[in-house]
């Protein structure tokens, strides 16, 4: 591959999915799945989007799976989903207002493809910038907490 065409920015290399505004979940809503003691990464699906802002720690249990990889590794993650009985898939990045939604509707898409209704593809509202904001009852949630990661902004805007 030629260096010109490995900068070949990501979202001009994959189609665009059909909506910018797939299904959201709220903190409050996965907190409450965490409090009833169902776990990230057995019940629901957690997959961190950042690739180089991943400082100041992710929610424990995610899976880090950088937009640019995202989009080939769609039957791979449907895969692995069915297999282990995911239902719920949530995509986040720093604000989830652009790769967050991206990646829910990417994989939204190709749920739809497949005819896999039973399994869910959701953005987390305002991201893991929402959750690390929100207060101690979500950071303690995160794996590797630095709050003076966060303390100036804590990363880069999707």
């Known amino acids: 591959m030629s260096a010109e065409a490995s900068q070949v920015n990501w979202k001009e290399k994959y189609p665009a999915p059909s909506t910018m505004t797939p299904p959201t979940i709220t903190r409050e809503q996965v ?3 965490i409090n009833e003691g169902k776990q990230a990464g057995k019940d629901f699906l957690v997959v961190d989007l950042r690739r180089n802002d991943h400082t100041g720690g992710f929610i424990r249990g995610s899976l880090n799976l950088p937009i640019e990889s995202l989009y080939p590794s769609l039957p791979t993650l449907h895969t692995l989903c069915k297999s282990a009985g995911i239902k719920t898939v949530i995509f986040h990045c720093f604000s989830s207002r652009g790769r967050g939604n991206r990646a829910a509707a990417w994989f939204g898409d190709y749920l739809k493809v497949q005819g896999a209704a ?7 509202l305002e991201g893991i910038v929402g959750w690390v ?11 590797g ?9 804590g990363g880069d805007a999707c």
């Open 133 to 143: 904001h929100a207060g101690p009852e979500y950071t303690e949630h995160i794996e």
């Open 145 to 153: 907490f630095d709050p003076e990661a966060w303390s100036n902004g």
């Open 31 to 33: 907190l409450g799945w």
């Open 118 to 124: 039973d399994i869910q593809s959701v953005s987390l």
